[in-house]
């Protein structure tokens, strides 16, 4: 079961990556989303297997008792990412409107950057 719960995290960080890398805004808050859910499935299986609450219940020196901590990270981690790409749909949609469309314009300096990188290599 663990193996199948790392295969879902390295597919939802590896898609989450390659949208971010994408020149969509759209496709950027998706990655975005998607990488915070494959955290938050990271920190969930970092706490083990279910037992007994932490604090509530009868606890007998037999009984595995669960590790609360990862259950409050993955809470702030919610929270923390849905503040997140609530701001990155905001600046999205103030985008769109100001230029019509959602996608992240080219960096004149970059191209330039890479056009000198490509002179000193002797790359036309």
């Known amino acids: ?7 879902v995290v390295a597919m939802l960080y590896g898609i989450g990556v390659y949208m971010i890398l994408q020149r969509s805004l759209i496709r950027i808050v998706l990655g975005l989303s998607l990488l915070s859910h494959g955290a938050n499935l990271l920190l969930l299986t970092s706490g083990g297997s279910a037992g007994v609450a932490a ?7 037999d009984d595995k008792v669960v590790d609360p901590v990862p259950q409050a990270f993955v809470l702030t981690a919610i929270v923390i990412s849905f503040a997140m790409t ?7 949609y ?3 409107r100001l230029t019509g ?20 290599n002797g790359k036309p």
């Open 1 to 7: 079961m663990t193996t199948l719960v790392a295969l």
């Open 94 to 96: 103030r985008s769109w």
């Open 101 to 120: 469309n959602d996608d992240v314009a080219q960096d004149e300096e970059d191209v330039r950057l890479a056009e000198m990188i490509a002179t000193r």
């Open 86 to 92: 609530a701001f990155c749909l905001a600046l999205a």
């Open 55 to 61: 604090f509530i219940g009868r606890f007998t020196g």
